[in-house]
């Protein structure tokens, strides 16, 4: 089953083990109805949890679980990633792709220069912008067609127009 992380425990709440989740999602209005979640242990183990309750707010969700009942059973999820089966999210357009899809990819020059890897992803308002690390230096690319020239996700590759002063 392709999961998708939807975000990240980043403390608890209350004394009844309720967590308290960094949503990656522009909007969380989907995950009001969920029934189960994954989480992600540190060692990469994802395990099932079924939703007692879960609240949204802002860019929050606040999650209580089946047989998590007071703070310190929570606490042990702090900084786990949660994730969701990915057929609840709709397939996207042909030239559009999900931060998870992204992250992670080679990224190469039009010539052919290995540039690094995509770390991570973050919106500025009009693109968003992909950040690659572990080549020469750290590259912001913005996400545009003049940029971004292509993206094979079966490959792990994406091709970049090299903007001049980067």
């Not at 975000?7 to 522009?26: D, N, P, Q």
């Not at 109805?33 to 060692?43: D, H, M, S, T, V």
């Not at 949204?56 to 089946?66: A, N």
Request: a neutral charge; hydrophobic letters at 40%.
């Amino acid at each position: 089953m392709d999961l998708f992380a939807i975000g990240e425990i980043v403390k608890t709440r209350g004394l009844r083990g309720c967590l308290k989740v960094f949503s990656y999602a522009k909007t969380q209005k989907k995950f009001a109805g969920l029934k189960f979640i994954y989480i992600e242990k540190p060692a990469g183990q994802k395990n099932r949890h079924n939703i007692r309750k879960i609240d949204v707010s802002g860019k929050f969700l606040f999650i209580e679980l089946e047989g998590i009942d007071d703070v310190e059973s929570a606490g042990r999820f702090v900084d786990c990633m949660i994730f969701v089966p990915k057929e609840l999210f709709p397939d996207l357009a042909e030239d559009e792709y999900y931060w998870q899809d992204i992250i992670g990819l080679n990224v190469f020059s039009e010539e052919g220069k290995h540039l690094g890897r995509i770390e991570s992803v973050f919106p500025t308002g009009s693109n968003d912008v992909y950040v690659c690390k572990g080549g020469p230096r750290e590259i912001l690319l913005p996400a545009i067609a003049d940029v971004i020239r292509q993206i094979d996700i079966p490959r792990g590759i994406m091709t970049v127009k090299v903007p001049k002063g980067l």
